[in-house]
């Protein structure tokens, strides 16, 4: 996977956006950039993706860097139900095939705060 | 509830007992695979299925290790004689095709005491 680089932790306040970067300077053309989070002792929850254009979903934006070497995931309100582990990753394709597999990197922990 | 389904969601076992996991993926889903997570880390690939066909193993995987899709629906993930080391949630994941996005099951807590 192109590796992924997520600062360790943020805080934001509830109502506002949390904004969290992620750097993937070595992505390939081909490559897409997912998001997801984990909520304490629950399984990982898919957010969103995308190849190169911004994408926007119930959940979040995602706002891709004209080179891709670099995304933002934006949670537009935060909620104290947001604080999670947020994690950038980048699956590995091999010719036009996607292997699926995820490696996930330490993420970054969000807490929101009241 | 549609989604990945994992049973059971807690189990502690003695040192040296051998344990089985259950994952049912969502409808349809091809493809199938299993992490393994500690404590403080991200969760780990372990191996991944293509309906029933094993594609890949990590070597995460020790022999003591083995996972089975028998009919390309559900799939089971088996631990012989479990080590202290063993102690992790196991997360089950399920995507339409090589393509797809990957939607996790809650997972099953192992502790091995």
């Known amino acids: 996977d192109a590796k992924t680089t997520q600062p360790p932790s943020m805080d934001c306040a509830e109502g506002r956006a949390a904004n969290l970067p992620c750097n993937h300077s070595?992505?390939?053309?081909?490559?897409?950039v997912y998001w997801y989070r984990q909520i304490h002792s629950q399984g990982p929850q898919y957010i969103i993706h995308?190849?190169?254009n911004n994408e926007t979903n119930e959940m979040a934006s995602l706002i891709i860097t004209e080179d891709r070497k670099s995304s933002t995931l934006i949670l537009p309100h935060a909620t104290l139900r947001d604080t999670a582990v947020y994690y950038c990753i980048v699956p590995k394709v091999i010719g036009s095939s996607n292997t699926g597999k995820l490696i996930f990197g330490q993420g970054t922990t969000l807490q929101v705060k009241p | 509830d549609t989604g990945v389904s994992q049973d059971p969601r807690h189990k502690i076992t003695k040192r040296g007992q051998n344990v089985t996991f259950r994952c049912d993926p969502i409808s349809e889903h091809n493809r199938l695979y299993w992490y393994r997570q500690t404590l403080g880390q991200g969760p780990e690939f372990l191996t991944y299925f293509q309906n029933e066909a094993q594609l890949e193993k990590s070597r995460l995987l020790s022999d003591r290790f083995s996972a089975e899709r028998p009919k390309g629906s559900f799939s089971t993930l088996e631990i012989q004689r479990t080590e202290q080391g063993d102690s992790a949630m196991y997360l089950c994941?399920?995507?339409?095709?090589?393509?797809?996005?990957?939607?996790f099951g809650q997972g099953t807590r192992l502790t091995v005491v």
């Open positions: 995308g190849l190169k």
């Open positions: 994941a399920s995507s339409v095709t090589d393509r797809g996005t990957a939607f």
């Open positions: 070595t992505i390939s053309g081909n490559e897409y």
